[in-house]
């Protein structure tokens, strides 16, 4: 279609066009502009469907392996058996109602000089902009964590069959047994996620398995709203809950044997656990880290305007994969930021200047019976930098009565659907 | 009166839509409002279960919330001349006066809009008659006129009304006086009735 000319475009067209002239010349000035976007998950899928609410002209293509796309927020209730694995699973026809295009195939390229995007099924994709949104992959920080020990000790940090996997073995443990998570070192996805993890297994253990422990084997000394989650441990969960700090192991678990069953942490100390859950640490999605769009760190670097790549011009990185600190990894921050591309990228295609941005943060942890906290902040750009507004954000109250922590379970609830349906809906 | 009430709304709102669209230093009012959504919804049209819409309620209304929001002190959850909140102070406090007057010019420019929010339609008709008699005054056309000043109570979600009245009811946030002798008159029973009432009008 690029290389049409108007009168081509009429030889070939014929008579049809001719019969309808009036309507002819928008067809052809519409010469859409096209945007692929690698990985449809809350960051990608934010990007697509508010470029096509700002600019309906704009032909945006999504290319996402998943048929569904399960939300990493929300799955540790899965955990605890809160809610089932159906209910964090989404459709992308919501994205599809939009105009969005969606691809299930696997981006093995991005050629930025080219602007085109290689599929794995043997697609080439022509863009005016990309956008990459591949999230996390996992590194090797942990000895003998194959594919073989990810089967017997899940991560689930990647939502979906591996979060099943997980509370199979959960529902499968003895009374009595330990549960072990294995917390990664920063930066990763869900600052709170592994804690509020611990708090969601506890409650499902005290109910149905009350001799059970869950530990909470850390690569680090402090954590993500540790006052918060500290109180919670010690007001429902004294005696099941035990967090140990990386100073104590040597930095944590540093090596696992799948076969038995065993666990290893750098201080040379052998651990058994009855479920092992291992969160290794972290990197962008693998095809970031292909096309090169990653630096020394792991992560993509980026404008925060426009979150384009500081690498590669005409690719922009949202979501886990970039270098958005100090948001965190979340997935309000990757919503956050897949708005704030997209009217970057509604506003380059036009050749103007993007605008401002404005972001926003909100994590929810629900960690125990009726009592949810919260971590919330406001950030802008400052002198070319992302940054915190002064004033803004902070984290619940410890001493917030009962009344507001249960307010904030309806709305960390309120928050999930708001949340999915904002990016798929 | 409620013809009046429009005719004023109007000419407020295209004042509005001027001042919304004008060239402000920072993020567009858009974007900031966007941003909100992740909470309540698209273009402030909440999926619920709990949190407020936002879309059509009127610019006074918006900043006044947001100003009670921004009174409250960080690690308090009611203050005297502060509203309520769990969440809403730490947020608000991002946001300069001009910027919260954006944001309440844009959301006050979307149309109003009623979710379908799940309600018991026995209470709702106990409901209306009370409405009819000590509400509608200030709650116009069901708690769906902006002018009112009085948010969107019009198909709004049950949860976040009942959390407000429970708020009023303990003095944690202040109500005008006449809606205060209007509450006192009622029951438990019958101030519910009256938010399920404010439910079912979508």
């Known amino acids: 279609m690029a290389n049409f000319t108007r009168r081509k475009f009429i030889q070939v067209a014929g008579g049809a066009a001719a019969a309808s002239s009036l309507g002819f ?16 998950g809350t960051a990608g899928a934010t990007a697509a469907k508010y470029i096509r609410m700002a600019d309906s002209s704009v032909d945006v293509t999504i290319v996402e392996p998943n048929e569904h796309y399960y939300t990493c927020y929300m799955s540790n209730e899965v955990l605890s058996g809160h809610r089932t694995i159906d209910s964090i699973r989404v459709s992308y026809d919501g994205l599809k109602g939009h105009g969005v295009k969606v691809v299930h195939d696997t981006v093995v390229d991005i050629d930025a000089a080219g602007k085109m995007v290689k599929t794995a099924g043997g697609q080439t994709l022509a863009y005016d902009r990309c956008i990459v949104a591949p999230g ?5 920080n942990i000895e003998g964590y194959d594919d ?30 330990v549960v072990l998570i294995a917390a990664p070192p920063n930066p990763f996805r869900c600052p709170p996620g592994p804690y509020e993890r611990a708090c969601q297994i506890a409650m499902y253990l005290q109910a149905k398995k009350p001799k059970s422990k869950v530990m909470i084997v850390d690569a680090k000394d402090k954590f993500s709203k540790k006052g918060l989650f500290t109180q919670a441990f010690d007001k429902y969960f004294k005696g099941t809950i035990e967090w140990v700090p990386g100073k104590d192991t040597g930095g944590g678990v540093v090596r696992v044997d799948a076969a038995s069953g065993t666990l290893y942490t750098g201080d040379g100390k052998e651990h058994k656990a009855d479920v092992a859950n291992v969160i290794p640490a972290q990197q962008a999605g693998a095809i970031a880290i292909k096309a090169g769009l990653t630096n020394d760190s792991g992560w993509c670097p980026i404008d925060g305007r426009s979150f384009e790549s500081t690498i590669h011009k005409g690719v922009h990185v949202i979501g886990d994969a970039s270098i958005s600190k100090p948001l965190p990894k979340s997935g309000y921050a990757a919503n956050s930021e897949g708005k704030v591309a997209a009217a970057a990228v509604v506003a380059m ?3 103007e200047e993007p605008g401002d941005p404005a972001l926003v943060n909100t994590c929810y942890s629900i960690v125990g019976p009726n009592d949810a906290i919260s971590v919330a902040m406001v ?3 400052k002198e070319g930098k992302l940054s915190k507004v002064e004033g803004s954000g902070g984290l619940t109250p410890t001493d917030s009565p009962p009344e507001m922590r249960a307010r904030d379970v309806q709305y960390a609830y309120s928050w999930y659907d708001n949340i999915v349906h904002d990016s798929f809906g | 009166m409620s013809c009046n009430k429009k005719a004023l709304a109007a000419l407020i709102g295209s004042i509005f839509v001027v001042s919304a669209t004008q060239a402000m230093a920072g993020a567009s009012a858009k974007a900031m ?45 009611h203050a005297e001349d502060a509203r309520p909140a769990t969440i809403m102070n730490r947020i608000a406090k991002g946001y300069s006066d001009e910027q919260i007057e954006a944001m309440g010019a844009y959301f006050a420019s979307l149309p109003v809009y009623k979710a379908k929010v799940p309600h018991d339609p026995a209470k709702a008709k106990t409901g209306a008659e009370i409405y009819d008699k000590g509400c509608a005054k200030c709650h116009d056309e069901g708690g769906a006129l902006p002018d009112d000043d009085a948010g969107i109570l019009a198909g709004q ?4 009304m009942e959390f407000s009245m429970a708020d009023f009811k303990s003095g944690h946030r202040e109500m005008p006086k006449s809606m205060k002798k209007q509450v006192n008159k009622l029951s438990d029973a019958e101030l519910a009735a009256v938010l399920h009432y404010f439910a079912s009008q979508q």
């Open chain 2, 157 to 160: 979600w049950l949860p976040w």
């Open chain 1, 349 to 351: 295609l036009k050749g």
């Open chain 1, 25 to 40: 010349p928008a067809i052809v000035g519409a010469a859409s502009k096209k945007v692929v976007i690698v990985g449809g």
């Open chain 1, 148 to 177: 073989a020990a990810m089967e017997a000790m899940p991560h689930a940090w990647k939502a979906g069959e591996q979060t099943v996997l997980l509370r199979k073995q959960l529902e499968a443990m003895p009374d009595g047994g």
């Open chain 1, 136 to 140: 996390i992959s996992l590194k090797d």
């Open chain 1, 379 to 381: 950030y802008d750009l």
């Open chain 2, 33 to 77: 409002a966007d941003t909100c959504a992740g909470c309540h919804g698209t273009n402030g049209q909440s999926v619920g279960p709990a949190t407020p819409n936002l879309a059509g309620m009127s610019e006074g209304y918006f900043i006044e919330s947001m100003q009670g929001f921004k009174a409250l002190p960080k690690g308090a959850t």
